[in-house]
């Protein structure tokens, strides 16, 4: 299994991004997907959460209204806009797969497959 996020980068607070993650080696539409991230000397953080059909989304308050997630069952891929973004969003995004419960959405120990994360980093 293989999970390869990209999209990351340097960008001004206000500006945007899109993160997304390509997924191969697991039946992709019968794992929800999630995005966390963990910024330095800080612990990982969820950040959102689509289920398998990519009818129920779930997101952190801190980031409801700036962030969508979406998926493509078709193409194997989650990804997440990132909009209005704040210098409090810099940390590295990963992508994760479960098929646990939307239950544990929060723990990250609940997520089978990781990817290898990506650096956003949001200048002031």
């Known amino acids: 299994v293989q999970l390869q996020a990209f999209g990351g980068g340097l960008v001004q607070a206000g500006g945007s991004l899109r993160l997304s993650c390509a997924a191969s080696?697991?039946?992709?539409?019968?794992?929800?997907m999630g995005w966390f991230r963990q910024a330095p000397g800080k612990e990982r953080e969820f950040v959102a959460r689509i289920n398998w059909r990519g009818d129920y989304t779930y997101y952190v308050d801190s980031v409801k209204g700036r962030f969508t997630i979406s998926r493509d069952n078709a193409k194997n891929t989650v990804s997440l806009q990132m909009n209005s973004l704040k210098p409090e969003d810099t940390a590295v995004y990963y992508c994760?797969?479960?098929?646990?419960?939307?239950?544990?959405?929060?723990?990250?120990?609940?997520?089978?497959?990781w990817g290898q994360g990506t650096l956003v980093t949001v200048s002031s």
């Open positions: 080696g697991l039946t992709f539409s019968t794992y929800s």
């Open positions: 994760a797969a479960s098929r646990e419960s939307p239950v544990y959405k929060y723990d990250p120990r609940r997520y089978g497959y």
